[in-house]
């Protein structure tokens, strides 16, 4: 079960990681992120998307190391890092079933709700 939750996991980061690469080389796909507002995003929202890359690659490899994939050592650290992921997983269902933009809402809302079980999987491993 773990490892399935994992590969769901590190899938949707994936999926997630080229979605937000499209979002920053100029594609129009705003109306599915940051409340929809811009089919195109502006510089500072591209900003915003390159951190997420980032924290979706710290994240997957957080994930893979909970899981015991890379080694099998106890690391409070990794431990701490794949709840606090799950937490702000947890916040960004809340955040985009709110959002202004249906598209975000319909969209996210699930894959969002989907990471959050893998990852809760994974962390209670």
């Known amino acids: ?3 399935t939750a994992l590969i769901t996991a590190l899938v949707i980061l994936g999926a997630l990681t080229i979605f937000q690469a499209l979002l920053v080389f100029d ?6 992120v940051w409340g929809g507002k811009h089919k195109v995003l502006p510089e500072d929202l591209e900003f915003w998307s390159v951190v997420s890359i980032a924290a979706y690659v710290l994240f997957a490899i ?3 190391r909970r899981a015991h ?3 099998n050592s106890y690391h409070p650290v990794i431990v ?6 799950f937490a702000l997983v947890v916040i960004s269902i809340m955040l ?9 809402r319909v ?4 894959v969002c709700a989907v990471l959050a079980v893998a990852t809760f999987i994974v962390a209670t491993s």
């Open 69 to 71: 994939v890379l080694d």
């Open 27 to 32: 594609r129009p796909l705003g109306e599915y």
């Open 1 to 3: 079960m773990v490892t």
């Open 80 to 85: 701490i890092s794949v709840w606090v992921f």
């Open 107 to 110: 969209m996210m809302t699930p």
């Open 62 to 64: 957080l994930l893979w």
């Open 96 to 104: 985009t079933a709110f959002s202004p933009s249906r598209k975000e």
